[in-house]
């Protein structure tokens, strides 16, 4: 039988998936890298006391990853990378001014033909509108890039939170189970393979940080999960042993998002939670939301817009 995810927890996920998928999404300023250096020293951990036996070395391995990516970032700060490199290296990287030597598209490392917009982008997409929500630059932009994808599991925590808070313990299973086949059937296939790879092409110590910091959020985020009872330990284990595809079509001037482009909507528990500390000063946190409009069904792979919030 599975567990409830707790409230801690939660809290700890929504903020770190929250900062990590803006920090994919876009080029941070320097007053948004000063803030992360900031505040490395309260950025979450994940307190697993008991995973699963045979998740022990993965848990080991994504705690090695927070402290590399915590130490990579401060190194970066305390060096005084420069904006313009670190820029170029995030660029060159996901591929928004040139080849990509990454691409930030799950549909690129899991479809067949390896293209952007591919049948992955149109499931992610019906996995966001069960949640009230839509990718910012729908129909434009893919929906299935690694820090939208971070940005749906910072919102589908925020949404489980709220619902435990209010006592809608129907909300929040509904929420979860969403939260947990998306996990499962996307981000799981794809997200560990490349995170490793981007880490060992990143050339600055600010995206090598990026890149370890997100494994690690990921990885404790699985961990969690299956230890819960929610995913099966055989799909985790074997989601983290795939190897990285590689990208074999060109992929060049799709990630043309920016940092301040409207963020994930909605409220922290409190002014004082690890989620509301982490948000404060970072661009583009919209708080905004609107009433849902009818999703799409995987089947009905139609274009017609959905009035729903953007992540």
Known sequence: MSQLIDAPSLDTFAASFLVLGRLHLGHATPDTRREVYTNLSDWPFWNEPNPHP????????????????????????????EDSTIRMDQDFLYGVSATARVSPFESVHVGEEQLVFDTETIQV?????QLGLRAPQLHTEPDDHLGLEFAFLSQGCQQMLSALDAGRIEDYHRVRDIVVAFTREHPLRWIPATLREAEVQ???AWMQGVEALSYAAFASWVVTLSTRGLLPVAEVTS????????????HKGVATGKFGD????????????????????????????????TPDSPENRSDRTVETPSL
């Not at 848990?59 to 005084?80: I, K, V």
């Not at 002014?271 to 919209?286: E, F």
């Open 239 to 250: 989601g983290f042993a795939a190897p990285y595809r590689g990208i074999t079509a060109v």
């Open 202 to 204: 990143a050339q600055t």
């Open 54 to 81: 045979e998740l022990a070395s993965l848990h080991a391995d994504a705690h090695t990853a927070l402290t590399r990516g915590t130490d990579l970032l401060q190194r970066s700060w305390e060096s005084h990378e």
């Open 262 to 293: 409207p963020g994930v909507p909605g409220v922290t528990r409190d002014a004082g939670s690890t989620a509301a500390r982490l948000r404060h000063d970072l661009p583009g946190d919209s708080g905004t939301s609107s009433e849902p409009g």
């Open 125 to 129: 997409r019906w996995y966001y509108s």
